[in-house]
């Protein structure tokens, strides 16, 4: 299910965001990435328990379908908002935030209960697309992501995240930088099926400066469009 969140192309960010994880045996793990448990599903084999907050009731919904599907008994859906988590403070080893912090109204009260609910020791492991820091490039990128999905509000630097981490009481610890591959029909159809819209996208980003294309990454092949976003993988723990 794709609910209203476009999926890269092969699951190089998550991948990358669960390595940098380490998850151990029987840790407590919280996952706020969404996307019907397409994170908390891999974290399942060797977490004691993954409490997974879903966008509302139908992600969450079909995230247990999932589970069921593949045999998992130790992960747990939940709808709900991330700055009013249902949990006991420090009930986690892990916090898992994957590709959806530029979709969060209240990200500075969602870090702090992250703090909040994360064990002694704990660690979080935030990722998200990146702005490239060319304000014209990135004003364009925005008004795209926005009119495609009005969840998303903003792209944030590197050092905006870092920032933003710091305010909540978490030192970064590690930063990796990445990209995610994207290909336009499967980005664009959260657009809806309407062909005038998609072909306006389309259009925005083939008008774009060669020196923006490059940046993109932008291709075209086999009659398939796709393009690049930067993504940036932080580690975190509380302050000390």
Known sequence: MRGDESEPIGQEPYSQAISMAGVVDGERVLDLSGRAGAVALQLAATASSVEAMQLDTELAEEGRRLAVAM?????????????RLPFDP?????????LTLAQEPRPLAT???????????????????????????????????????????????PGELRALLLLAGLQVEREEMSGMTQDFDYWADTAGPDAARRADLKRVFFSMPPAGQDRLDLALADGRISFTYPVVTLLARPAS
């Open 71 to 83: 045999g998992w008994r130790n992960v747990y859906f939940h709808p709900g908002e991330l700055h």
């Open 90 to 98: 420090g009930q986690f080893d892990l916090v898992v935030w994957c």
């Open 111 to 157: 870090l702090h209960e992250i703090v909040r609910v994360m064990a002694p020791g704990g660690r979080l492991i935030v990722q998200d697309v990146a702005a490239f820091g060319q304000p014209e490039l990135d004003l364009k990128l925005w008004e795209l992501e926005r009119d495609r999905n009005p969840r998303h509000l903003l792209f944030y630097t």
